[in-house]
């Protein structure tokens, strides 16, 4: 077989504008616990039950003398936060906060800034402040605060660290007959990332600014807009003027993945990090709706909302004599944040958005024209709601379409060309987020593949970030994660150096390449999806009846089936390549879930299944399991109810796939075959380093070579990735993977097994 041969012609294609960047949401503590440097929890005494059931208003404080000590609303340091800690110390009585994970992390020689808000009630009151471990060892020299105002006022100390501990402990002390009122407890690191206050950890502001993100999506994700209508309610959906403005003013919030967010990180914060990293800022507003819950202001109201919209806007740049411009400069950055992103929505289903969204994309583009509007089109890759949300944007000229899938990598592998087919003159694809199911090598490479063709399709695809990005391991509410850490590690996913190699190479536009001879694709999977036929419950009481599969001819009729919980029972098999199945489903159960009907089934890891219910009971969606990772193919909105008889029919005809219910059809697919090319790769120029980059992944398990018929990296450089498949990154151990940076000279390119490789060049060749 002749060599595979690069050939380039050195005409430059689509430019790739900002294609790669990140995404942040308050998911896995992300931001309270995470990447918000402030150390202490519930510091102002805040968390409810509506947060978490298990959260009361003293959740994360220990109290020595709970009659002594008491959270009370009746005198609040102000509106927004009602709930403040009363001190009537019938003995000296204590308070202590481990912060989160195993406690707080003080490192020797660092400062810390204490602060606190205290109002006295009679006479002049010490309070000792000290930092500890959790045997009670003296971390720092105790300080002791005077406090004489019967009005509330701001108090503070700074600590050095003489010792480093995981499991600090931030003590204050209330001599007997204290009589005060306390609120706003603070402990920050004086080491913030770029030394800003109230900002981010130093160590993961770092882990950002070093993937070199050319735009940071925020912040959210769900968080958006799950909640109520009404901005001043505590389980409202995030608006983002609640997250400005003095950060004791700043209303505690229900954060929908069930913990308590401060909106300490707020909005200025979020674009004063982007800024800090390079990044371009793109933050996400809700459209008046909230799919979780079926709630949406009236049209009619819409004007709060997308004032919102606009004041945003004028809040990222705007003059500092516009009313919203000079709030920014208040809060100390005259300069406007140059915002040219803004998306409206996040993850949407149903009709009731899509009503709305009209009505922000009209009032944004008459007075901004020059923002660029993102649509969404749900949390699936295919189907109605997918389809929805394309139609919308392409009716209102939106400049972006939101496209989430979170699959196995079969998925990815099979859809290399998803995007060739999209039209370059209509709205851009923005892949908000993605991920493979595993933080595993394999994974990685898998992504890494799929990214080379994002960048070849730069002409329809304008942005895509990896989701979610942070972790603290403590708190995992979502698999798989870019970045891991706790309070005092980091550990970058092995998907991070992909997602680093391609914003850091990424270049300025693609470049006219050839490779010729390339060895021929293995194909591992093309054949009809026949196998097993398994009734199955999912969460709840079901009853299939009539269960009747047509093949070859012939139709057999099986015993229907009552099934509970999880249970599933395989009725049948087949071996034809064209078939039907017909059955009648019954939920008799409370739970808001519905039944699967499994086919192509060869084990529970390896499955097609019909979802019928599903999350929240809300969706007709055909699955696959492979090698135990799941991927919804493609969906259509849908809810099963009880006591509700369903006649369901689905054909299988290869690897096509239908269904109907009662009639209606619901969802229709065709499988791509399950292909492995023997490298994935793309060529790229950067205009500003005058630098070629020519990206190549290996997924095989056998090298590959690549022949250079070119001088452009003759001189050059490569950075390469490889790694066992199975190869994680830990807290404790994040080399799970080689990293080479060498200089490279010649024209033969070898790819290992499993590799992530970028060529660079090192001359500066002038482009046609």
Same mark, same amino acid.
């Given at each position: 077989?002749?060599?595979?041969?690069?050939?380039?012609?050195?005409?430059?294609?689509?430019?790739?504008?900002?294609?790669?960047?990140?995404?942040?949401?308050?998911?896995?503590?992300?931001?309270?616990?995470?990447?918000?440097?402030?150390?202490?929890?519930?510091?102002?005494?805040?968390?409810?039950?509506?947060?978490?059931?298990?959260?009361?208003?003293?959740?994360?404080?220990?109290?020595?003398?709970?009659?002594?000590?008491?959270?009370?609303?009746?005198? =609040?340091? /102000? +509106?927004? @936060?009602?709930?403040?800690?009363? &001190?009537? #110390?019938?003995?000296?009585? %204590?308070?202590?906060?481990?912060?989160?994970?195993?406690?707080?992390?003080?490192?020797?020689?660092?400062?810390?800034?204490?602060?606190?808000?205290?109002?006295?009630?009679?006479?002049?009151?010490?309070?000792?402040?000290?930092?500890?471990?959790?045997?009670?060892?003296?971390?720092?020299?105790?300080?002791?605060?005077?406090?004489?105002?019967?009005?509330?006022?701001?108090?503070?100390?700074?600590?050095?660290?003489?010792?480093?501990?995981?499991?600090?402990?931030?003590?204050?002390?209330?001599?007997?007959?204290?009589?005060?009122?306390?609120?706003?407890?603070?402990?920050? =690191?004086? /080491? +913030?990332? @770029?030394?800003?206050?109230?900002? &981010?950890? #130093?160590?993961?502001?770092? %882990?950002?600014?070093?993937?070199?993100?050319?735009?940071?999506?925020?912040?959210?994700?769900?968080?958006?807009?799950?909640?109520?209508?009404?901005?001043?309610?505590?389980?409202?959906?995030?608006?983002?003027?609640?997250?400005?403005?003095?950060?004791?003013?700043?209303?505690?919030?229900?954060?929908?993945?069930?913990?308590?967010?401060?909106?300490?990180?707020?909005?200025?914060?979020?674009?004063?990090?982007?800024?800090?990293?390079?990044?371009?800022?793109?933050?996400?507003?809700?459209?008046?709706?909230?799919?979780?819950?079926?709630?949406?202001?009236?049209?009619?109201?819409?004007?709060?909302?997308?004032?919102?919209?606009?004041?945003?806007?004028?809040?990222?740049?705007?003059?500092?004599?516009?009313?919203?411009?000079?709030?920014?400069?208040?809060?100390?950055?005259?300069?406007?944040?140059?915002?040219?992103?803004?998306?409206?929505?996040?993850?949407?289903?149903?009709?009731?958005?899509?009503?709305?969204?009209?009505?922000?994309?009209?009032?944004?583009?008459?007075?901004?024209?020059?923002?660029?509007?993102?649509?969404?089109?749900?949390?699936?890759?295919?189907?109605?709601?997918?389809?929805?949300?394309?139609?919308?944007?392409?009716?209102?000229?939106?400049?972006?379409?939101?496209?989430?899938?979170?699959?196995?990598?079969?998925?990815?592998?099979?859809?290399?060309?998803?995007?060739?087919?999209?039209?370059?003159?209509?709205?851009?694809?923005?892949?908000?987020?993605?991920?493979?199911?595993?933080?595993?090598?394999?994974?990685?490479?898998?992504?890494?593949?799929?990214?080379?063709?994002?960048?070849?399709?730069?002409?329809?695809?304008?942005?895509?970030?990896?989701?979610?990005?942070?972790?603290?391991?403590?708190?995992?509410?979502?698999?798989?994660?870019?970045?891991?850490?706790?309070?005092?590690?980091?550990?970058?996913?092995?998907?991070?150096?992909?997602?680093?190699?391609?914003?850091?190479?990424?270049?300025?536009?693609?470049?006219?390449?050839?490779?010729?001879?390339?060895?021929?694709?293995?194909?591992?999977?093309?054949?009809?999806?026949?196998?097993?036929?398994?009734?199955?419950?999912?969460?709840?009481?079901?009853?299939?009846?009539?269960?009747?599969?047509?093949?070859?001819?012939?139709?057999?009729?099986?015993?229907?089936?009552?099934?509970?919980?999880?249970?599933?029972?395989?009725?049948?098999?087949?071996?034809?390549?064209?078939?039907?199945?017909?059955?009648?489903?019954?939920?008799?159960?409370?739970?808001?879930?519905?039944?699967?009907?499994?086919?192509?089934?060869?084990?529970?890891?390896?499955?097609?299944?019909?979802?019928?219910?599903?999350?929240?009971?809300?969706?007709?969606?055909?699955?696959?399991?492979?090698?135990?990772?799941?991927?919804?193919?493609?969906?259509?909105?849908?809810?099963?109810?009880?006591?509700?008889?369903?006649?369901?029919?689905?054909?299988?005809?290869?690897?096509?796939?239908?269904?109907?219910?009662?009639?209606?059809?619901?969802?229709?697919?065709?499988?791509?075959?399950?292909?492995?090319?023997?490298?994935?790769?793309?060529?790229?120029?950067?205009?500003?380093?005058?630098?070629?980059?020519?990206?190549?992944?290996?997924?095989?398990?056998?090298?590959?070579?690549?022949?250079?018929?070119?001088?452009?990296?003759?001189?050059?450089?490569?950075?390469?990735?490889?790694?066992?498949?199975?190869?994680?990154?830990?807290?404790?151990?994040?080399?799970?993977?080689?990293?080479?940076?060498?200089?490279?000279?010649?024209?033969?390119?070898?790819?290992?097994?499993?590799?992530?490789?970028?060529?660079?060049?090192?001359?500066?060749?002038?482009?046609?």
């Amino acid at each position: 077989m002749k060599d595979t041969k690069l050939t380039v012609t050195n005409e430059l294609t689509a430019p790739l504008n900002d294609l790669f960047g990140i995404f942040f949401e308050d998911i896995n503590h992300a931001a309270d616990g995470g990447l918000y440097a402030e150390m202490v929890q519930n510091r102002s005494f805040e968390f409810a039950p509506i947060d978490n059931s298990d959260y009361q208003a003293t959740t994360a404080w220990e109290l020595s003398d709970p009659q002594s000590l008491r959270v009370a609303d009746k005198d =609040p340091l /102000n +509106t927004k @936060n009602l709930h403040y800690l009363t &001190v009537d #110390a019938k003995q000296t009585a %204590t308070i202590t906060n481990a912060g989160f994970n195993s406690g707080m992390f003080y490192q020797q020689g660092e400062q810390y800034n204490f602060s606190f808000f205290v109002k006295a009630l009679n006479g002049t009151q010490e309070v000792t402040v000290q930092l500890t471990d959790d045997s009670g060892k003296k971390i720092a020299a105790p300080q002791s605060i005077t406090v004489e105002s019967h009005q509330w006022l701001k108090y503070s100390a700074q600590f050095t660290a003489e010792q480093t501990t995981t499991t600090g402990r931030l003590v204050l002390t209330f001599p007997e007959g204290t009589r005060i009122l306390v609120d706003m407890i603070s402990l920050f =690191p004086k /080491n +913030t990332f @770029n030394h800003r206050p109230n900002y &981010v950890r #130093a160590d993961l502001g770092e %882990t950002l600014k070093d993937l070199h993100p050319k735009f940071l999506r925020f912040p959210g994700g769900c968080l958006v807009h799950d909640g109520q209508l009404d901005p001043d309610n505590r389980g409202a959906m995030y608006r983002w003027k609640n997250s400005i403005g003095p950060v004791e003013q700043r209303p505690a919030r229900r954060n929908n993945w069930g913990y308590n967010q401060t909106l300490g990180l707020g909005y200025f914060e979020y674009f004063e990090l982007s800024e800090d990293i390079g990044a371009e800022p793109l933050p996400v507003l809700p459209g008046a709706h909230d799919p979780h819950h079926d709630r949406e202001a009236p049209i009619a109201q819409l004007g709060d909302w997308i004032d919102d919209a606009l004041d945003l806007i004028e809040f990222a740049n705007g003059s500092e004599n516009s009313k919203w411009g000079k709030v920014r400069v208040a809060l100390g950055h005259p300069k406007p944040f140059n915002l040219k992103y803004l998306a409206i929505g996040n993850e949407e289903v149903g009709q009731a958005f899509f009503d709305r969204y009209p009505y922000f994309h009209k009032a944004i583009k008459a007075k901004y024209p020059n923002i660029k509007l993102i649509n969404t089109s749900g949390p699936f890759a295919a189907g109605a709601e997918f389809e929805r949300g394309w139609k919308s944007a392409r009716e209102n000229h939106s400049d972006l379409v939101d496209e989430h899938y979170y699959t196995a990598p079969t998925w990815f592998l099979a859809n290399q060309h998803r995007y060739d087919s999209y039209d370059p003159k209509g709205p851009k694809a923005f892949i908000g987020e993605y991920a493979s199911k595993k933080n595993q090598w394999y994974n990685a490479v898998v992504e890494a593949s799929y990214m080379t063709g994002l960048e070849r399709n730069a002409d329809k695809v304008g942005l895509a970030c990896y989701a979610p990005l942070f972790c603290n391991v403590d708190y995992k509410d979502w698999t798989p994660d870019l970045i891991f850490f706790n309070q005092s590690e980091v550990s970058p996913s092995v998907n991070y150096y992909v997602q680093q190699l391609f914003m850091k190479y990424q270049g300025t536009n693609n470049v006219d390449y050839h490779l010729a001879n390339v060895p021929e694709a293995k194909v591992i999977d093309d054949g009809p999806l026949n196998d097993g036929l398994s009734p199955q419950a999912d969460g709840t009481d079901v009853k299939f009846e009539n269960i009747r599969l047509t093949a070859n001819g012939q139709t057999k009729q099986f015993k229907g089936q009552s099934l509970s919980e999880k249970q599933t029972i395989r009725v049948c098999s087949t071996d034809a390549d064209d078939y039907e199945v017909a059955f009648d489903v019954t939920k008799v159960g409370d739970e808001p879930k519905g039944a699967h009907f499994c086919f192509g089934e060869q084990d529970l890891d390896n499955t097609f299944t019909w979802v019928l219910g599903g999350w929240g009971n809300t969706d007709s969606m055909i699955r696959t399991m492979t090698n135990g990772m799941d991927t919804d193919w493609t969906q259509t909105s849908w809810t099963m109810n009880k006591n509700q008889t369903y006649h369901c029919q689905i054909k299988v005809s290869g690897r096509h796939i239908t269904t109907w219910i009662d009639g209606e059809k619901m969802n229709e697919i065709e499988i791509p075959p399950f292909v492995v090319q023997p490298m994935y790769t793309n060529l790229t120029y950067d205009k500003k380093a005058s630098q070629y980059y020519f990206k190549a992944v290996n997924v095989t398990d056998k090298q590959q070579e690549i022949t250079l018929d070119t001088d452009l990296f003759a001189d050059g450089s490569l950075y390469q990735l490889t790694g066992l498949p199975d190869a994680e990154n830990h807290l404790g151990m994040t080399n799970q993977i080689e990293r080479r940076n060498v200089p490279f000279s010649g024209h033969q390119f070898i790819l290992p097994p499993y590799s992530v490789s970028v060529l660079m060049s090192t001359k500066q060749f002038r482009t046609q």
